[in-house]
């Protein structure tokens, strides 16, 4: 079983629409929880940080759910600039300074 | 451009063959870290150095595979004997907070 896992896609979505992504981790000890975007062919770059109490950054809301081990991203009033691929990422105390990345999920919006 | 460079961004080779790849960090960063990503898949951790002291090693990092950064500054990555099952993209990021990494644009290699 991966250690961060998320639903591959792809998610088609129509402009205007809202969507919601999920990630679950298995490491209890992980203590750090972010979104990275990735576009097609280039590198993974921070979309936001997850704090326990949720947070918002625009049209973009993460949540956290410790209890559950679960991640989420909601993001609304989508625009064709935000299909790409979304990485749940978590760092862990007991594994260093190593990022772990989820598989993706791919979102692609449509006019 | 004051992001992660890597050279080279393609990287064809045979079987058999050593390729060492170069990523200069963003000025000032003095921690530095190489990822592999298939396609399809998420970046899987390969390594770190804080300066030019290499700190964390994963499993996945064979004894075919070396990193080096001698002077703290930018770093190279070693693949010998490549197999076919080492294509993939490597990714090189940076940062002075391991919870904000900054990646290079990766070096794709490709083993034929």
């Known amino acids: 079983r991966k250690e961060v896992e998320q639903d591959p896609g792809p998610f088609n979505v129509p402009e205007g629409a809202t969507v919601a992504f999920n990630c679950t981790y298995s490491?209890?000890?992980?203590?750090?929880f972010f979104w990275y975007r990735q576009d097609c062919r280039k590198e993974p770059k921070l979309l936001m940080s997850?704090?326990?109490s949720g947070n918002e950054d625009g049209r973009f809301t993460a949540q956290l759910n410790r209890a559950s081990q679960y991640i989420s991203l909601l993001i609304r009033d989508s625009k064709l600039s935000d299909s790409a691929t979304y990485l749940c990422?978590?760092?862990?105390?007991?594994?260093?300074?190593?990022?772990?990345f989820g598989g993706g999920t791919r979102l692609m919006v449509k006019p | 451009d004051t992001g992660v460079s890597q050279d080279p961004r393609h990287k064809i080779t045979k079987r058999g063959q050593n390729v060492t790849f170069r990523c200069d960090p963003i000025?000032?960063?003095?921690?530095l870290y190489w990822y592999r990503q298939t396609l399809g898949q998420g970046p899987e951790f390969l390594t770190y150095?804080?300066?030019?002291?290499?700190?964390?090693k994963s499993r996945l990092l064979s004894d075919r595979f070396s990193a080096e950064r001698p002077k703290g500054s930018f770093s190279t990555l070693e693949i010998q004997r490549t197999e076919q099952g080492d294509s993939a993209m490597y990714l090189c990021?940076?940062?002075?907070?391991?919870?904000?990494?900054?990646f290079g644009a990766g070096t794709r290699l490709s083993v034929l």
């Open positions: 997850v704090y326990s």
């Open positions: 990021a940076s940062s002075t907070n391991p919870n904000i990494q900054y």
């Open positions: 000025s000032e960063h003095n921690r």
């Open positions: 990422v978590v760092r862990s105390y007991n594994a260093g300074n190593m990022l772990t």
């Open positions: 490491n209890s000890a992980s203590q750090s």
């Open positions: 150095f804080q300066n030019e002291a290499q700190l964390e």
